[in-house]
RNA sequence: GGGCCCGUAGCCUAGUCCGGAUUAAGGCACCGGCCUUCGGAGCCGGAGACCGUGGGUUCAAGUCCCACCGGGCCCGCCA
């Protein structure tokens, strides 16, 4: 006999027969039962605290309550339960039978392979994660890395539950951004990429975001001196200085392309009308501004998929911004939306009232807003008729939920609000199970030491330097560990390493809390760390290859140290973990999952010999135990993209 | 002014959703051991925390409720 879940086989069985005896011994008290993880083995391997509860209705001691009830429960016929007791203040404690439980568990394993853990939903649906997402305009860098790494992950855990998933990348090209860029790259004359093209095109985009903003804050401030308060002017000028010495350091850096921009933008009288312009005609499908934005864009997505496919990361689809706009999606979605009492003109610009539409439906509690609060109302065209992002988003999520039935929006979380007001206008557009369906998975962004990183002022770090970086430094670590690999050997193995140390990094921690940027922090290579894991997993390969056997004799009644048992009980409690994180999104519990099991496996590697213990069905039963743990490591691995090699 | 998120040893994190066991779990850095027979990216030991503060609920609070303090973010005809 073999299980998908063993130690939801047990707990089954235990919460069974506690239930059972509950409802015989106590009829007219109703509680549910829930067991928790001992915090000791010695409290067996699962633990119920109703006694105090029950123990408070009855106006009995918890402890005579707990004892009571282990002398009714007849354990004996249930072949994962060794023994049940009352123990502490008052709590029932169930024993496995460790035997029997590290067979099915170790069994389990070994016939699953790697499908082991990956339980599947009852009803798959479809799930379309939308992630990265990164502007057309420059390349991705790291404190927007946690988005793809966290949606990768998010997407390989969901697909192994059995779900349909695709992988969707929002091609953001409609916004002011891409009609900056456009400005910048025709005044250079659309010149060739030097180096990687979205590094390229980034490094035009900031110089020509800074250059539109000086002339465009030096043109306000001289008209606030006229009009405006002293407070306002300074707050003008701070900003104004903040760019220009975003201007110092990018003409040092970046002498010949700052110089020719400048003169060239020099030439404009007024850049803002220009770039105001470029929108209009890119909304409207001008052939020439059409062109010239979508040779940007696919310059820097070309650059996407290289970054994201070095870190082995790809998307279903690739879906344009400005295809609903062209396709009058948008234009359909605002008319209706015209038609509802919830949108109005304010001067020339049109505005959604969300507010109004929480109110009248109803909506607040179901979305986690305080009854109090008000809603700001969200601007859906501007004054020359032109859309904003969150308008544009309301065809896109409408069209992703005629292929999907759950739509993940992998988004900072600094855009809850946009989100919010997305959902409540798809509720005023009568898409009230669409908005239900529509999860806002946000994350805290990178940030660096002292400040958060721009694009605009080109303050980042790119991701693609930091694999550079990260596989540079595992090629020192595998050198100075094995300097005898060969040259191709080494590449390869510097490749997953460092690798995968950056991805583990950023998914490990809880998405809702900062992370600051430091090398040390994100090129790891010791313990907690993915190298540590990927390690592990290659001792155990290493031992399977000594053996060179298949643990045909193995009897598990032979293992009975603590470490046997404690790695059986986490190898065994896999399904349940990666249950969890696939149905709450928490990638991290992974990443902790396996980082734990390789601890103690290293620790029982260290205690115990496998290939030399005696007699040799136990060595067998630890051999078997190896291969468990190795499929298990491997099997978590998986699920956050991180390779697990036989060797390194 | 309103809203969201975070606060656990010198530093970084787990545990908080769903409250349970007189030792709050790891890592980095620090101190002392182990070239151990299956790989030292390792193992063993030591030291280090009144879980931001103050109230409250409870047999039981890092975990739930309230107030406050500190840090970050949002409230745009940007995305």
Redesign the pocket.
């Given at each position: 006999m073999v299980s998908v879940n063993p130690f939801a086989e047990f707990r089954d069985a235990c919460e069974t027969a506690l239930q059972d005896v509950l409802s015989r011994l106590f009829p007219n008290v109703f509680i549910s039962v829930?067991l928790?993880l001992?915090?000791?083995p010695?409290?067996?391997e699962l633990?119920s605290?109703?006694c105090?509860?029950i123990?408070?209705q009855t106006g009995k001691k918890?402890l005579v309550v707990a004892k009571k009830i282990v002398e009714a429960l007849d354990v004996s016929k249930i072949p994962l339960v060794q023994d049940v007791t009352a123990?502490?203040?008052?709590?029932v404690?169930f024993h496995a039978n460790l035997a029997e439980f590290s067979r099915l568990t170790i069994e389990s394993i070994r016939a699953s392979g790697k499908k082991y853990g990956y339980v599947k939903v009852d009803k798959p649906i479809k799930i379309i994660v939308e992630h990265t997402s990164v502007?057309p305009i420059h390349p991705i860098h790291i404190g927007q890395a946690r988005n793809p790494m966290l949606g990768d992950a998010i997407a390989r855990t969901l697909k192994a539950r059995g779900h349909k998933v695709f992988r969707h990348y929002y091609i953001?090209d409609?916004?002011?951004?891409s009609a900056v860029i456009a400005y910048g790259y025709e005044k250079l004359g659309k010149p060739k990429p030097e180096g990687k093209p979205d590094h390229f095109i980034g490094v035009i985009y900031t110089i020509t975001s800074c250059l539109t903003e000086i002339h465009r804050l030096k043109k306000v401030i001289k008209n606030a001196r006229e009009h405006s308060a002293a407070e306002e002017v300074s707050r003008l000028q701070r900003e104004l200085n903040d760019w220009m010495s975003v201007a110092v350091d990018l003409e040092a850096k970046y002498a010949q392309l700052f110089d020719k921009l400048a003169e060239e933008i020099s030439k404009d009288e007024d850049p803002e009308s220009k770039i105001a312009h470029l929108?209009r005609e890119y909304e409207a499908g001008e052939e020439n501004v059409k062109s010239l934005i979508r040779e940007i864009s696919q310059l820097c997505i070309g650059g996407f998929k290289e970054t994201l496919g070095n870190a082995g990361i790809s998307f279903d689809s690739w879906d344009w911004?400005s295809s609903f706009v062209w396709n009058s999606d948008v234009k359909k979605v605002l008319s209706k939306l015209k038609t509802t009492p919830y949108v109005m003109h304010v001067?020339?610009?049109l505005e959604f009232d969300a507010d109004k539409v929480a109110r009248d439906l109803d909506l607040k509690q179901a979305f986690?807003?305080?009854e109090?609060?008000?809603i700001?109302s969200l601007?859906l065209?501007?004054?020359?008729g032109t859309?904003?992002?969150?308008t544009r988003d309301i065809p896109y999520t409408i069209w992703k939920f005629q292929k999907a039935e759950r739509v993940i929006n992998v988004i900072?979380?600094?855009?809850?609000?946009?989100q919010l007001q997305l959902k409540l206008a798809l509720c005023a557009l009568g898409h009230i199970d669409y908005a239900k369906n529509l999860t806002h998975f946000?994350y805290?962004l990178v940030?660096l030491p002292g400040?958060?990183m721009e694009s605009r002022k080109g303050r980042y770090i790119t991701l693609d330097k930091v694999m550079d970086e990260a596989v540079r430094r595992?090629y020192e670590?595998?050198s100075k560990?094995?300097p005898r690999l060969s040259e191709e050997e080494k590449r390869k193995?510097?490749n997953f390493?460092g690798i995968g140390?950056l991805k583990y990094a950023l998914v490990?921690?809880?998405p809702?809390?900062?992370?600051?940027f430091t090398w040390?922090?994100v090129l790891?290579?010791?313990?907690?760390?993915a190298?540590?894991i990927?390690?592990?997993h290659?001792?155990a390969?290493?031992?399977m290859?000594?053996?060179a056997r298949e643990p045909k004799s193995a009897d598990y009644v032979l293992l009975k140290e603590r470490l046997e048992h404690d790695i059986i009980l986490m190898l065994a409690r896999f399904p349940e973990v990666f249950i969890?994180a696939a149905d709450?999104l928490?990638p991290?519990?992974i990443a902790?999952f396996a980082?734990?099991l390789?601890?103690k496996f290293?620790?029982?590697?260290?205690?115990?010999?496998?290939?030399?213990?005696k007699p040799p069905q136990l060595s067998d039963a630890?051999l078997a135990l190896v291969e468990a743990t190795k499929i298990v490591l491997s099997n978590a691995l998986n699920l956050l993209g991180i390779k697990a090699?036989?060797?390194?």
């Amino acid at each position: 006999m073999v299980s998908v879940n063993p130690f939801a086989e047990f707990r089954d069985a235990c919460e069974t027969a506690l239930q059972d005896v509950l409802s015989r011994l106590f009829p007219n008290v109703f509680i549910s039962v829930r067991l928790d993880l001992p915090p000791n083995p010695e409290f067996g391997e699962l633990a119920s605290s109703v006694c105090f509860e029950i123990g408070k209705q009855t106006g009995k001691k918890p402890l005579v309550v707990a004892k009571k009830i282990v002398e009714a429960l007849d354990v004996s016929k249930i072949p994962l339960v060794q023994d049940v007791t009352a123990a502490g203040g008052g709590y029932v404690n169930f024993h496995a039978n460790l035997a029997e439980f590290s067979r099915l568990t170790i069994e389990s394993i070994r016939a699953s392979g790697k499908k082991y853990g990956y339980v599947k939903v009852d009803k798959p649906i479809k799930i379309i994660v939308e992630h990265t997402s990164v502007n057309p305009i420059h390349p991705i860098h790291i404190g927007q890395a946690r988005n793809p790494m966290l949606g990768d992950a998010i997407a390989r855990t969901l697909k192994a539950r059995g779900h349909k998933v695709f992988r969707h990348y929002y091609i953001d090209d409609v916004g002011r951004q891409s009609a900056v860029i456009a400005y910048g790259y025709e005044k250079l004359g659309k010149p060739k990429p030097e180096g990687k093209p979205d590094h390229f095109i980034g490094v035009i985009y900031t110089i020509t975001s800074c250059l539109t903003e000086i002339h465009r804050l030096k043109k306000v401030i001289k008209n606030a001196r006229e009009h405006s308060a002293a407070e306002e002017v300074s707050r003008l000028q701070r900003e104004l200085n903040d760019w220009m010495s975003v201007a110092v350091d990018l003409e040092a850096k970046y002498a010949q392309l700052f110089d020719k921009l400048a003169e060239e933008i020099s030439k404009d009288e007024d850049p803002e009308s220009k770039i105001a312009h470029l929108i209009r005609e890119y909304e409207a499908g001008e052939e020439n501004v059409k062109s010239l934005i979508r040779e940007i864009s696919q310059l820097c997505i070309g650059g996407f998929k290289e970054t994201l496919g070095n870190a082995g990361i790809s998307f279903d689809s690739w879906d344009w911004e400005s295809s609903f706009v062209w396709n009058s999606d948008v234009k359909k979605v605002l008319s209706k939306l015209k038609t509802t009492p919830y949108v109005m003109h304010v001067g020339q610009v049109l505005e959604f009232d969300a507010d109004k539409v929480a109110r009248d439906l109803d909506l607040k509690q179901a979305f986690g807003v305080k009854e109090d609060y008000e809603i700001p109302s969200l601007t859906l065209a501007r004054a020359d008729g032109t859309t904003l992002y969150t308008t544009r988003d309301i065809p896109y999520t409408i069209w992703k939920f005629q292929k999907a039935e759950r739509v993940i929006n992998v988004i900072g979380m600094e855009q809850p609000l946009a989100q919010l007001q997305l959902k409540l206008a798809l509720c005023a557009l009568g898409h009230i199970d669409y908005a239900k369906n529509l999860t806002h998975f946000a994350y805290n962004l990178v940030r660096l030491p002292g400040f958060r990183m721009e694009s605009r002022k080109g303050r980042y770090i790119t991701l693609d330097k930091v694999m550079d970086e990260a596989v540079r430094r595992a090629y020192e670590e595998v050198s100075k560990r094995s300097p005898r690999l060969s040259e191709e050997e080494k590449r390869k193995i510097s490749n997953f390493v460092g690798i995968g140390a950056l991805k583990y990094a950023l998914v490990e921690v809880d998405p809702n809390k900062p992370v600051v940027f430091t090398w040390d922090r994100v090129l790891d290579f010791e313990k907690n760390s993915a190298p540590y894991i990927q390690y592990s997993h290659a001792r155990a390969g290493s031992i399977m290859r000594k053996a060179a056997r298949e643990p045909k004799s193995a009897d598990y009644v032979l293992l009975k140290e603590r470490l046997e048992h404690d790695i059986i009980l986490m190898l065994a409690r896999f399904p349940e973990v990666f249950i969890e994180a696939a149905d709450n999104l928490k990638p991290n519990l992974i990443a902790d999952f396996a980082n734990a099991l390789a601890d103690k496996f290293n620790t029982f590697y260290n205690a115990h010999s496998v290939l030399k213990a005696k007699p040799p069905q136990l060595s067998d039963a630890r051999l078997a135990l190896v291969e468990a743990t190795k499929i298990v490591l491997s099997n978590a691995l998986n699920l956050l993209g991180i390779k697990a090699p036989e060797r390194m």
